[in-house]
């Protein structure tokens, strides 16, 4: 007789939260106050380590590069794109410069993977914009149900606590899928810095309402190496530099007693 499945542990809102802050705080670091920019290139959920308090540090550097600069952009001498599908920018595939806005793409979408509680590709959905979470994000809010992204299992648990609490939390939860949607536009330039996106999610600054008249950039991988897309418009966002935040930055000895944000969430 096998023992009992483990349950999986869900994540309430506020550690949600906190790891979201957390790793804007790492990556603003790198990308701001090291003394060469460094772009990580695969932002995803499974390189953020979570230690015994939750405290998210970014992890595994093997695809990072130092920011070698032509007109403020990485040289284009790699010869392969880096990074996850799913989580990767979109300027790769339309041959543009490549620049730290790529982590703030990849940023964004774990930012929806975090309220939403799922992945953000889902290949046995039925209908294009259920596969590919943006999409189904945007499809929520253009309905006036920006709430309808977020997990329901946090939903559920907000129903039972205190009317002013769940008020703050619901706030919180509208600020961050705002952010994130300002995160993943296709055009960079319109991408927040991500010092820019410390200050909104720690409500320093407002976060005005991102462009939503638009598709999202999704690229999958096909055993063929084909490509399914959809594109975008958008406008610019706010580019506030205020001297940087401190940030974590990503250690070895962190992983002994770390484990990765992705195992903490489980398909809804």
């Known amino acids: 007789m096998g023992s009992p499945r483990a349950e999986a542990i869900v994540l309430p809102w506020d550690v949600r939260y906190k790891i979201a802050v957390d790793t804007a705080k790492g990556l603003a670091f790198l990308h701001e106050e090291c003394r060469d920019k460094v772009v990580h290139f695969d932002v995803k959920p499974q390189n953020i380590l979570l230690n015994a308090k939750f405290q998210a540090k970014i992890a595994d550097f093997g695809l990072s590069k130092l920011m070698a600069t032509h007109q403020g952009s990485v040289e284009q001498s790699m010869m392969a794109m880096r990074g996850t599908p799913g989580y990767v920018a979109p300027e790769w595939f339309y041959n543009l410069p490549i ?20 992945k953000n590709l889902n290949t046995a959905a039925e209908t294009s914009d259920a596969w ?33 609490e769940r008020d703050r939390a619901l ?11 300002w995160c993943i536009q296709v055009d960079a330039s319109t991408r927040p810095t991500m010092t820019t996106v410390v200050l909104m999610l720690e409500e ?16 999958a991988y096909s ?15 706010p580019e506030d530099h205020i001297p940087p935040p401190h940030a974590l930055s990503s250690s070895s000895d962190a992983k002994s007693c770390a484990v990765e ?6 398909p809804r």
């Open 99 to 118: 620049t730290e806005k790529s982590d703030v793409f990849s940023y964004g979408m774990v930012l929806l993977e975090l309220v939403g509680g799922r």
């Open 132 to 164: 590919y979470l943006p999409a189904w994000a945007v499809k929520q809010v253009k309905g006036g149900g920006i709430l309808d992204v977020v997990d329901n299992r946090l939903m559920d648990h907000l129903s039972s606590q205190p009317h002013e």
């Open 171 to 181: 706030t919180k939860m509208k600020r961050l899928i705002t952010v994130a949607f």
């Open 204 to 219: 320093y600054l407002q976060v005005p309402d991102p462009p939503l008249g638009t598709t999202y950039a999704a690229f």
């Open 223 to 237: 055993s063929g190496s084909s490509m399914n897309s959809v594109g975008l418009h958008s406008r610019a966002a």
């Open 261 to 266: 944000m992705d195992c903490m969430l489980s």
